[in-house]
């Protein structure tokens, strides 16, 4: 019995071990160093922030939040006072509300970012994924395509970003526009950096398909369409959510610096405004914004393992 206890423990500790004990040692020992590190660090604004400053600074960018939002609720209650006080002198009153101006909260800030970045990712993905099916099967138009590709590839996203502000000022002129101008540059800005990986992988994928596959397409007479959609899509998609994943990851790290370049709203405003701060507590709310964007990306390329393992035939998509 006891023998059969300590074999149980042994095995649970050999499949525990890898995947759990191993990151949170990993973790510790990174905190543990950053702590000593920390502490040895002046800068003009004082220590570098260790874990435990860092984790204040995030506490107190939460009652920011909580104290905001509040402000903003007594806003809007006021005005609905105000309203039904007029309509109630006249009912044929026009009343209006007007919207809350306040100083965007960090956890709005990471709302903005978020919301950015997946409008752009999904632009370049209706794009990228169609042009990569073409080019994967055809080798003139891929031929045509590819020295584009090879010349913009390089091109940092960044290098773009004046040219984009210039053009979506110029075109987009609307008076009462649905979107906000920084929010249509860093959204295009995006796209064009996640538009290349996407594009490179779901053309070897669909390039490579196996030959039986095509010879099955070929003795039940499927239409262009239906070879794509049947048999071309459920072997390329290892290959499409690779590029997938890639795309999501270079738009994320873009659309910050684009942010931090551009001022426009996010998480790279937060950073660069906190840098132009220079108050006592700007380091720590810097650091808070970088482990921040660490998670959230580490979270969205999760978030698109997932959505692979769901869609694709391979249920064992690698999770590292």
């Known amino acids: 019995?006891?023998?059969?206890?300590?074999?149980?423990?042994?095995?649970?500790?050999?499949?525990?071990?890898?995947?759990?004990?191993?990151?949170?040692i990993g973790l510790l020992a990174f905190l543990l160093f950053w702590q000593m590190v920390a502490g040895s660090i002046d800068t003009s604004l004082g220590k570098f922030p260790g874990?435990?400053?860092v984790a204040s600074q995030f506490n107190g960018?939460?009652?920011?939040?909580?104290?905001?939002?509040?402000?903003?609720?007594?806003?809007?209650?006021?005005?609905?006072?105000?309203?039904?006080?007029?309509?109630?002198?006249?009912?044929?009153?026009?009343?209006?509300?007007r919207p809350y101006t306040g100083k965007?909260?960090?956890?709005?800030?990471?709302?903005?970012?978020?919301?950015?970045?997946?409008?752009?990712?999904?632009?370049?993905?209706?794009?990228?994924?169609?042009?990569?099916?073409?080019?994967?099967?055809?080798?003139?138009?891929?031929?045509?395509?590819?020295?584009?590709?090879?010349?913009?590839?390089?091109v940092s996203p960044l290098a773009w970003l004046p040219l984009v502000t210039m053009v979506v000022s110029a075109v987009y002129t609307s008076s009462?526009?649905?979107f906000a101008k920084s929010f249509v540059t860093s959204a295009i800005t995006v796209a064009l950096c996640c538009l290349w990986p996407t594009v490179i992988n779901t053309t070897v994928g669909?390039?490579?398909?196996?030959?039986?596959?095509?010879?099955?397409?070929?003795?039940?007479?499927?239409?262009?369409?239906?070879?794509?959609?049947?048999?071309?899509?459920?072997?390329?998609?290892?290959?499409i959510f690779t590029g997938l994943r890639l795309s999501l990851a270079t738009g994320w790290m873009v659309l910050i610096a684009a942010e931090m370049l551009a001022q426009n709203p996010g998480l790279g405003k937060f950073i660069w405004d906190e840098f132009q701060n220079g108050s006592s507590n700007s380091l720590g709310r810097i650091m808070v914004a970088v482990v921040v964007i660490?998670?959230?990306?580490?979270?969205?390329?999760?978030?698109?393992?997932?959505?692979?393992?769901?869609?694709?035939?391979?249920?064992?998509?690698?999770?590292?």
Request: glycine residues 4%; positive net charge; hydrophobic residues 45%.
């Open 294 to 320: 660490g998670l959230l990306g580490f979270v969205l390329d999760r978030l698109m393992l997932m959505l692979q393992r769901r869609v694709s035939w391979d249920k064992n998509a690698d999770l590292r």
């Open 206 to 239: 669909v390039a490579n398909l196996d030959k039986d596959l095509q010879n099955v397409s070929r003795v039940l007479s499927l239409s262009p369409l239906s070879h794509v959609r049947r048999i071309v899509l459920p072997a390329a998609i290892p290959m």
């Open 176 to 178: 009462d526009p649905m």
């Open 61 to 97: 960018l939460i009652d920011e939040h909580l104290r905001e939002q509040r402000r903003a609720d007594a806003f809007f209650e006021r005005q609905e006072i105000r309203n039904a006080a007029k309509l109630a002198k006249n009912p044929d009153a026009k009343v209006s509300v």
């Open 51 to 53: 874990p435990t400053q």
């Open 1 to 24: 019995m006891q023998d059969t206890l300590k074999s149980a423990r042994s095995e649970a500790i050999k499949r525990w071990l890898p995947g759990v004990l191993m990151p949170v």
């Open 104 to 154: 965007p909260t960090f956890f709005k800030q990471i709302f903005t970012s978020l919301y950015t970045v997946m409008t752009g990712f999904v632009i370049a993905s209706l794009i990228a994924i169609p042009l990569g099916i073409v080019c994967g099967l055809s080798k003139p138009i891929y031929n045509a395509i590819n020295p584009l590709i090879q010349i913009f590839k390089p």
